[in-house]
């Protein structure tokens, strides 16, 4: 069987006054994440981690953010997009494993539904999904709540 490994990363500033979007929800917070698109720091990092293990480019090379059609998307019509771009190739979803780190809010009980809107977006079964959350023990910009920032590591086979 052929297989690849893709890992993505990325990173976001936390603005007041903005929408919290993670994995694919709005979670209640009184910061929200800055960005071209809706700034889903956790599909942002799928996403790349999917494309990079196609070998198609990353999320800004696929969906600049140059171009205007991606001011503010909804960042699950990307992930849709990029399930797309590794089905033309033959390749579908192994697993996916992903780290949040933000230092508030706790996000424990959002991860089922996160996962739940996710797995739907990719047409896969939830069990291929794990979202885990982590502080920085409030070091750095995410510590400061500056900012928030997530890994992916995804295996997907032909």
Known sequence: MDFRI???FDVHQLKEGLDFD???IKIPHEKGSLGHSDADV????????ILGAANSGDIGTNFPDTD?????IDSKILLIECIKIIHQKG?????????ICLQRPKIMSYI???KKV???CMQIDIDLISIKATTTEKLGFVGREEGISAY??????K
């Open 152 to 157: 992916a590591t995804v295996l997907i086979k």
């Open 68 to 72: 205007i059609n991606y001011k503010d």
């Open 22 to 24: 993670l994995g694919g």
């Open 112 to 114: 089922p539904e996160m």
């Open 6 to 8: 893709g890992f993505g």
């Open 91 to 99: 390749y579908f979803i192994g697993n996916i494993d992903s780290t």
């Open 42 to 49: 956790l599909i942002h990092a799928i996403c790349d981690a």
């Open 118 to 120: 996710l797995a739907d």
